[in-house]
């Protein structure tokens, strides 16, 4: 119970705080990114100034000008006169259709209140403009003017595509990763020790108390001994009167559901401490379900219960398990079907096979099992029964039917029957 505890402590906590750190980093990838992408900006900018300043010079070609930057900085460049004609285009090309990005650039810089560019008579940089592409691709543009020493105007149209987040992270990617495994790491060794501590002394309070419990189970073994014995006593030496006798046979059912209270806690006990060994030979399944169709006949028959078994149509496979834990599990299912069951109401034993388990199911059509109760019914001392009105059951067989299957590496379960009542099952694999 405490491992599970422990387990689920642990990923929890592992979890969480991952999850700040990770909001961390990513906050700090953000930051990055947005600084970058700002540096960017500002050396656009004081690139095209360049070449603005370069541009003024009439003794240097367009070309001569525009070109290194082109080649170097990736950045597109049209120049055209006053009356529209394209002096100068760059070759280079984007994701995106120049055209388009171009009429995308000029509604961008008509939308700024910015100064006429015909009106201009210097050079003139109106600023930076952001843009969209159509596959998922951003851009910066300049538009600006030009005047060069002659006193020619032109018009210049500067383009240069955004990187990428991952083009701009790439290079801090792998510390931040690296950063982020580190911290895991960190996490699941500080997590481990703090609750190791934490669990110590409840483990240590619980570990006290099972071995109080296998103890004193043991103790109480021999006294119950004693008392069915001299019980025994005392009823035949009764001369058959009536209220001793009477007495005598309380005493003895009270020390039988002792007994059987006791053996339980035994079983659960060495369950918990690890001691209970397993007697595992080939067992024979049809020959066990009609030990246990002969066992229980009797008791369904006084009780008015008819007992149906629908496994002897199938020819079963030899299975490596303990046979004793195999037939107590199944003996648990048919006393809680017989206990929640009333009087003419059919319980039936059925058995499937298929390729990978064997899975054997009695199915009861008593009062079933409430959604309320559902998640619990496998627990330890649970009992769905709050008045305890039914004194033979201490909230123990469904939990020791759920320990022996893990250690036969089974599966238990319950589920509805149609036509009303509850069904329990239990899953053997095939090949253990």
């Known amino acids: 119970m405490l491992e599970h505890l422990y387990k689920k402590l642990h990923l929890i906590f592992i979890s969480s705080i991952m999850a700040t750190i990770t909001v961390i980093i990513g906050i700090l990838c953000k930051d990055f990114l947005d600084n970058e992408r700002k540096n960017d900006s500002i050396f656009f900018e004081r690139l095209s100034m360049l070449m603005l300043y370069e ?12 070109w290194p930057y082109e080649d170097d900085h990736s950045i597109f460049a049209m120049l055209k006169d006053t009356r529209g004609n394209v002096i100068y285009q ?5 994701p995106t259709d120049i055209t388009f990005l171009l009429r995308q650039f000029t509604e961008k810089a008509n939308e700024g209140s910015v100064t006429a560019l015909d009106q201009a008579m210097t050079t003139t940089q109106n600023g930076i403009l952001s843009f969209s592409g159509c596959s998922h691709d951003n851009y910066w543009g300049i538009p ?3 005047v060069d020493k002659n006193g020619t105007l032109f018009y210049l149209s500067l383009l240069q595509r ?7 992270i790439g290079r801090q990617l792998p510390l931040y990763i690296l950063l982020w495994f580190l911290s895991l790491f960190s996490v699941v ?3 481990r020790f703090l609750l190791k501590h934490a669990i110590a002394p409840t483990e240590k309070v619980l570990k006290s108390q099972k071995s109080f419990i296998a103890s004193a189970s043991h103790e109480l073994k021999a006294p119950l001994a004693v008392i069915l014995a001299n019980n025994d006593k005392i009823n035949r030496s009764s001369g058959g009167i009536p209220d001793i006798q009477k007495a005598a046979n309380i005493i003895d059912a009270e020390t039988m559901r002792m007994s059987k209270l006791i053996k339980d806690m035994l079983l659960l006990a060495s369950s918990d401490s690890g001691t209970r060994s397993l007697n595992k030979t080939m067992v024979n399944i049809d020959t066990l379900l009609i030990l246990l ?9 006084r009780k008015g219960m008819p007992l149906d078994a629908d496994f002897m149509d199938i020819h079963f496979p030899l299975l490596y ?6 037939f107590q599990i199944l003996s648990i299912f048919m006393d809680n079907a017989i206990s929640h069951s009333k009087t003419q109401a059919p319980i039936q034993i059925k058995a499937i ?6 899975t054997i199911s009695v199915i009861d059509h008593g009062q079933g099992i409430s959604a309320e109760d559902r998640p619990y019914i496998f627990d330890r001392f649970y009992c769905a029964d709050k008045s305890h009105t039914d004194k033979s059951h201490f909230g123990l067989g469904l939990s020791i039917a759920k320990e022996l299957a893990g250690f036969l590496s089974a599966d238990v379960g319950a589920k509805d029957t149609e036509s009303g009542g509850a069904t329990f099952f239990l899953a053997m694999p095939l090949r253990p």
């Open 321 to 326: 398990t303990d046979k004793e834990c195999l």
């Open 162 to 168: 955004q990187k990428a987040p991952f083009e701009l």
């Open 55 to 66: 541009l003024e010079n009439p003794e240097k070609s367009p070309q001569a000008v525009i």
């Open 293 to 301: 169709y002969e066992a229980y006949e009797p008791v369904c028959h």
């Open 90 to 94: 760059s070759s280079l090309t984007f």
């Open 189 to 191: 060794i500080a997590s």
């Open 144 to 146: 600006a003017t030009v």
């Open 353 to 358: 096979l298929s390729r990978k388990s064997v």
